[in-house]
C-alpha cells in the first residue's frame, strides 16, 4: 500500500476524501459514506510513512512543531487539500480531492441568481454550510465567472489554495496563508493596498477577519467568503454575536450596508445512489431585508425568503421539498438535512 495508489483509488471511485488515521483501516468518503479500503488498522508508522511523501520538508517540520497543518499537494491528476493533525500521539490526516478543471455555475446546478451575485461590483457574498458541502467549489465558480467576463483584479486568500485559476480577462492573485502571508487578518489589513476590485476571503474565521472582510466590502470591492452555518439567518447572526455587545448595534448597520447576498447549500445522497445533489437557500439583501438587519430581528428574515419569490430567494427546506418531489431525494434525507423539523413534516405530509 502506497500514496499514489490510495489517491488513485479516491479519483477512480470518485470520493470526495481520504481518511488516514492510525489504528483505524484507510477509508474512502464517497457520496457522504464512509467506505473501508481494508479491514485492518493503520500502525501509526504506516500512516506516517504514507502521508510524508506528500508533504515539503519545511511544513513536515513545522507542523510537527505546531501539531496542526493544513496544506495542499498536487500530482498528475488532481489537486489535493490536506489536513494534517495528531490523534492519540500519532498523525492522522484528511486529504480531499480537488479537480483541477473548475466547474462553471451550470455544471453546479446553482441557481442562476448566483451567476447574478458574481456580476455585483460591490458588497458581501457569502457561501455557507456545513463542512464538505461545495462551498470551496462554489466559491471557484463564481471566480472562474468573473476572471472569464470582467477586466478587473482579483485577490484571493486562502487555507491552502485549492482551485489554480488561470488568468483570463482578469488579473488574479492567489495567497495562501502561511506561504504567502502569516495570516488572514494580516493579509485583509494590506489587501486594499494592492487595489483589488474582487476579494476572496476562503473562511470568515474571527472577529479580525469578519471586521476586515466587511470594511473591504464597505469601500467598494466586491467580496465572497464562506462560514460554516446552516443558512442565511445563521449567518448574519453569527457576524453579529462574533463582536462585543456595545459593537453589534454599529455591525447590524454595516450588515444592511454591505450585504449583497447569501447562498447556503447542502449536498443530499440521491435516491438512486448515483451521487450526491445540491439543496440551496438563497437570500437577496432586499431593501426590507436591510431594514430587518437593522432592527435587529433577523428571525422575520425566514418569512421574507419564503415570500421572496420574485426575487430567486427560496428557503432550504422549500429547496429540499422540491427535491423530494422530483424524486431526487427520499424523505428521510428530506427530513434529515431539513432546518425546521416541524414544518418539513408537514410539507411532506401535505398539510402545507
Not at 419564503?306 to 428557503?315: D, H, N, P, R
Amino acid at each position: 500500500m502506497d500514496i499514489k495508489n490510495l489517491l488513485a483509488q479516491l479519483i477512480k471511485s470518485k470520493g470526495s476524501d481520504l481518511l488516514l488515521a492510525a489504528y483505524n483501516p484507510p477509508c474512502l468518503r464517497i457520496n457522504n459514506a464512509l467506505v473501508k479500503i481494508e479491514q485492518r488498522n493503520l500502525t501509526a508508522e504506516e500512516t506516517e510513512a504514507l502521508v510524508t511523501p506528500i508533504i515539503r520538508k519545511h511544513e513536515l517540520e513545522e507542523f510537527k512543531r505546531v501539531k496542526e497543518l493544513d496544506t495542499s499537494f498536487e500530482d498528475e491528476n488532481s489537486r489535493y487539500r490536506i489536513n494534517l493533525h495528531y490523534q492519540m500521539g500519532a498523525i492522522g490526516a484528511t486529504i480531499r480531492r480537488v479537480p483541477k478543471e473548475i466547474p462553471n455555475l451550470e455544471e453546479l446546478k446553482l441557481p442562476p441568481i448566483v451567476k447574478t451575485f458574481a456580476g455585483f461590483e460591490r458588497g458581501l457574498i457569502l457561501v455557507t454550510g456545513p463542512t464538505g458541502c461545495g462551498k470551496s467549489t462554489t466559491q471557484a465558480a463564481m471566480i472562474n465567472l468573473i476572471n472569464a467576463t470582467r477586466a478587473c483584479h482579483i485577490i484571493t486568500i486562502e487555507d491552502p489554495i485549492e482551485f489554480i485559476h488561470t488568468p483570463k480577462l482578469a488579473v488574479i492573485e492567489q495567497r495562501e496563508v502561511g506561504f504567502d502571508t502569516i495570516y488572514f487578518g494580516e493579509a485583509l489589513k494590506r489587501v486594499l493596498r494592492q487595489i483589488p476590485d474582487v476579494i476572496l476571503v476562503g473562511e470568515m474565521r474571527d472577529l479580525e477577519s469578519i471586521q476586515m472582510a466587511m470594511t473591504a466590502a464597505e469601500t467598494g470591492h466586491l467580496v465572497i467568503s464562506t462560514l460554516h452555518t446552516q443558512d442565511a439567518v445563521q449567518s448574519i447572526d453569527r457576524i453579529i454575536d462574533v463582536f462585543p455587545p456595545h459593537q453589534q448595534g454599529q455591525i447590524r448597520t454595516q450588515i444592511s450596508m454591505t450585504l449583497g447576498g447569501i447562498v447556503s447549500q447542502q449536498l443530499v445522497p440521491k435516491t438512486d445512489g448515483s451521487g450526491l445533489v445540491g439543496a440551496f437557500e438563497i437570500l437577496v439583501a432586499t431593501p426590507a431585508i436591510r431594514n430587518i438587519i437593522r432592527k435587529g430581528s433577523t428571525q422575520d428574515i425566514y418569512s421574507m425568503i419564503e415570500l421572496g419569490g420574485q426575487y430567486q430567494m427560496i428557503t432550504m427546506d422549500a429547496s429540499l421539498y422540491n427535491l423530494y418531489e422530483k424524486r431526487l431525494i427520499g424523505r428521510n434525507e428530506a427530513m434529515a438535512h431539513a432546518i425546521n423539523h416541524e414544518r418539513m413534516e408537514k410539507l411532506l405530509s401535505g398539510k402545507l
